[in-house]
């Protein structure tokens, strides 16, 4: 099922998203750690912000962290996604554990093994959630339009080895199938030119645009947060 949820500006969106977040985190049992992917790139630092304060404020459980999609530079380089996360989650650094989707290997293509055992052997089955940004182009992590990594869609394939088509930077990604193996997706856009990406993404479905792919073949509730 799908669910848009429009909000007035990312102040009101970011509240909202991070206070739902916290509380499934308390919701899940002790026993059973929640485990997150999340997006890098631009937009969604302020929802991390948010949900970093009100989970230092009450950290009830421990939870787990790892990114849809990394690209291949060093932590403390603004374009690494992990980066981003450790500078806006750490009020609460104590607790959360970061399953990296990066290795010293040169490469993504040669680290893409043991990066790919490394998430078997970590992660759940399932995710409690992830949370997914969207490009203007429609690609989700790094999934871009027409990229053949798209086609990846086999349950034994946790990660993939991408390349930005813009850019020519490497990345390691989530593959389709492991994104979508979660209990819920929140996909978090914002302005007129991504909304109408979404919105013909849906109309107008596509196995070329990684977004309506993958609404296409998601099992679960997705709920958009959207702000103009
Ligand atoms: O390359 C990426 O792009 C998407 C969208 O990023 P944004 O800067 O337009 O918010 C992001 O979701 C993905 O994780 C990232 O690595």
């Known amino acids: 099922m799908l669910h848009f949820n429009e909000f007035a ?20 049992p002790a026993n059973s750690p929640s485990s997150f992917a999340l997006a890098g790139g631009t937009t969604p630092a302020p929802v991390y912000r948010t949900f970093d304060a009100l989970f230092a404020a009450a950290p ?4 787990q962290l790892l990114a849809t999609d990394e690209r291949w530079v060093e932590d403390a380089d603004p374009q690494s996604n992990e980066g981003l996360f450790r500078r806006c989650f750490e009020h609460s650094s104590g607790h959360w554990d970061l399953v990296s989707l990066k290795n010293t290997e040169p490469t993504p293509v040669s680290a893409v093994s043991d990066i790919n055992q490394r998430l078997t052997a970590q992660c759940p089955a ?4 992830i949370l997914l940004g969207m490009g203007a182009d429609g690609h989700v992590a790094s999934l871009f339009p027409n990229a053949p990594q798209l086609l990846v869609n086999d349950a034994s ?11 020519l930077q490497e ?3 989530l593959s389709f199938a492991r994104l979508l193996q979660t209990e819920r997706i929140w996909l978090v856009i914002t302005g007129a030119e991504k909304r109408a990406v979404f919105d013909q993404a849906i109309k107008q479905p596509s196995a070329t645009s990684p977004i309506s792919a993958f609404l296409a073949a998601a099992r679960c509730d997705v709920e958009v947060f959207w702000c103009p």
């Not at 998203?17 to 509380?23: D, F, K, N, S, V």
């Open 171 to 173: 990345r390691m990604s």
């Open 126 to 129: 399932k995710f409690s959630a």
């Open 157 to 167: 394939t946790a990660c993939v080895p991408a390349v930005n088509p813009q850019t």
């Open 60 to 63: 009830s459980r421990r939870i």
């Open 9 to 28: 500006d990312f102040s009101s969106l970011s509240q909202k998203l991070a206070t739902q977040w916290l509380e499934l985190v308390n919701a899940t």
